[in-house]
């Protein structure tokens, strides 16, 4: 049933561009307003203890809601539900279409509009970058496709509609953090800090299966040396790790595909490859976990 939630949702998703504004989730935000300042009080580890309690509050319904209904109706309605909580959890807002609109405006020259993709896959201001944003372009969209994607597909597999919905709060809140922290300052980052390991943690396995999976579906060899390359230089947090192997892996399997390319071109071929390289992942992905869940049946 998980597979055939999985398959329902990301087709269903294709056609719901129009409803996209519903996975923002508003009310988050008047939730991360009253747990900063209830998590100001909390130091050190209760400062963890305490996020992670944030963290798992809004997912307890959902379990609760998908425990209630399993086994009625045939299973249809638990199944309803799981394509509705995976809705809701790919996202925000969907990956293709920004990396198609921010392709759209390059190719018309307008500048305004690609600094608003860019900034949106980003999650940062593009302003200033030069020649850089279409690398930082590049290593946002492998790394946005684990947030938005991989890691929603994986922990809904392990953990079914609450571990999909477990890793949305995650990477809302962290995001929340983040936009918090350049505003408010202190608190904002303590609380940023502790939501980023957090979701570091949870990010932390479908990262390296979809470096793999990158691996897989470009250049196998450069990305294999520069997964090495990630694993000898790494530094900073456990979610910086990450986000920093998923970029290099993710360049590097798509960089043969792009020799000889006028530079012209090259910015919004480079934003196309990342795509294609993250869509033929997904197909990666679906096949193989179909393949376990034949196993599975099988024995």
């Not at 995650?170 to 957090?198: C, H, I, M, T």
């Not at 197909?283 to 024995?299: D, F, H, N, R, Y």
């Amino acid at each position: 049933m998980s597979l055939l939630a999985l398959l329902v949702a990301l087709a269903a998703e294709r056609g719901l561009t129009h409803l996209f504004h519903l996975r923002e989730l508003r009310w988050l935000d008047g939730y991360f307003d009253w747990a900063a300042r209830w998590l100001g009080r909390s130091r050190g580890e209760w400062r963890i203890a305490a996020a992670t309690l944030v963290l798992l509050l809004p997912v307890l319904p959902v379990a609760l809601v998908d425990r209630a209904l399993g086994g009625h109706l045939l299973g249809l309605a638990q199944l309803a539900f799981a394509v509705l909580v995976l809705l809701l959890s790919f996202g925000p807002r969907d990956l293709n279409d920004e990396v198609d609109d921010y392709v759209q405006a390059l190719e018309q020259g307008d500048r305004e509009a690609a600094a608003r993709g860019a900034k949106e896959l980003l999650e940062a201001d593009a302003a200033g970058r030069g020649s850089g944003l279409r690398e930082a372009v590049e290593e946002a969209i492998f790394v946005q496709a684990n947030n938005r994607i991989f890691g929603v597909m994986l922990w809904f597999m392990l953990l079914g509609p609450a571990g999909a919905w477990l890793f949305r709060v995650s990477d809302l809140l962290r995001r929340r953090a983040v936009f918090e922290a350049v505003r408010s300052g202190a608190d904002a980052q303590s609380l940023g800090g502790a939501l980023a390991l957090l979701h570091g943690l949870l990010a932390w396995l479908p990262a390296r299966l979809a470096a793999g999976s990158f691996a897989l579906a470009g250049s196998f060899e450069d990305a294999v040396g520069n997964w090495r390359v990630a694993v000898d230089q790494a530094a900073g947090g456990l979610l910086d790790r990450s986000e920093e192997l998923l970029a290099r892996v993710g360049k590097a399997s798509l960089q043969p595909s792009l020799a000889g390319l006028p530079a012209a071109a090259l910015d919004a071929a480079t934003a196309r490859g990342a795509w294609r390289i993250v869509s033929r992942s997904t197909w990666i992905w679906l096949a193989v976990i179909a393949l376990l869940v034949l196993a599975g049946s099988v024995a």
